[in-house]
């Protein structure tokens, strides 16, 4: 997409030309002429998004996967995320574990 704007600008389309064109908006066009002329063909390469890593790998995610195999407490009859989250810390795996730690990590290993 973004060669493809670049190329259209080569051309001498407009920005109102070129958005439809590429199912774009105009700001999108607009934006990425300015990122060309600030920086040239890196203005075609991604840019670091935001977000951080999960926070659990390695070891400590395959005792988290290991409990999770396990059978589950008393109860439902399965295990929550809560109760994972908290058995992996009362095993001493991991100080303090979140629940959406917990939901990242079974969700990368499916």
Excluded: H
């Amino acid at each position: 997409m973004r060669a493809g704007l670049l190329l259209q600008a080569e051309e001498g389309f407009t920005d109102e030309e070129s958005a439809p064109a590429l199912d774009v908006g105009i700001a999108t066009v607009e934006r990425l002429r300015q990122r060309f002329v600030a920086m040239n063909l890196e203005a075609l390469n991604d840019r670091p998004r935001p977000g951080g890593q999960c926070p659990l790998t390695g070891t400590p995610a395959a005792y988290l996967m290991a409990v999770a195999c396990t059978p589950a407490p008393p109860g439902p009859g399965r295990w929550t995320v809560q109760w994972l989250a908290e058995r992996v810390v009362a095993l001493g795996v991991a100080p303090s574990m979140a629940r959406e730690t917990v939901r990242q990590v079974l969700k990368k290993t499916r």
